[in-house]
């Protein structure tokens, strides 16, 4: 049946993408994968922290199996924003076991309910949503935020892909520097053509 089997292809890509998650974090020093990278501050672990309390909610209060665990409320306008990044007491096997443990709970949620179970997610403009609707939702918004933490670690330390056996070949400091200075010289190209 075509519902079983889109249920089980998006639930197949969304436990991928959780992995590469956290493969970002391998490797890494505690500094390295707190630290802000961006002017807004997005780091690491603070992805990985969001990305725990964004799953919890909608495979959890959004089909009436909340979350069993308290998590920072996203309603709580004191407290938003503090999803995406680690305090100096947290660390990263509670970040990292908590992502595991919403895994196990989202799991649940999606191997227990049909692809067209009903939920509601009263802050999208039409709330009234299925299964469906949050697989891709969470799968997308998984993805992008792996898209984030590829970019992120690229400049850590030049490694990139979705797992270790699918990184980029480790090229040198030289051969970057060419590349670079070939983009950079299209780039300008480009501006003096038009």
């Known amino acids: 049946m075509i519902d079983d089997f889109a249920k089980e292809y998006l639930h197949s890509d969304l436990r991928e993408i959780r992995e590469t998650m956290l493969w970002k974090l391998d490797g890494l020093g505690e500094y390295d994968i707190r630290r802000p990278l961006t002017s807004t501050g997005t780091n690491l672990l603070g992805l990985v922290k969001h990305l725990s309390v964004s799953e919890s909610r909608y495979f959890g209060e959004v089909f009436d199996r909340p979350f069993p665990e308290p998590l920072p409320r996203w309603d709580d306008a004191g407290k938003r924003g503090t999803d995406m990044w680690a305090t100096e007491h947290e660390t990263r096997e509670e970040i990292v076991d908590r992502y595991r443990r ?17 939920g509601h997610v009263p802050w999208w403009p039409r709330p009234n949503v299925m299964l469906f609707n949050v ?19 690229e400049q850590l330390d030049g490694a990139t892909g979705t797992a270790a056996g699918y990184t980029n070949p480790r090229r040198d400091a030289a051969f970057w520097e060419t590349r670079t200075a070939e983009i950079e010289r299209a780039a300008k190209a480009a501006i003096e053509r038009r």
Request: no cysteine; net charge negative; hydrophobic share 40%.
């Open 102 to 118: 919403v895994w196990e709970h989202s799991d649940t949620t999606i191997t227990t309910l049909d692809i067209d179970a009903p």
């Open 135 to 153: 697989l891709v939702h969470m799968l997308t918004e998984t993805s992008r935020h792996a898209g984030h933490a590829d970019i992120l670690r």
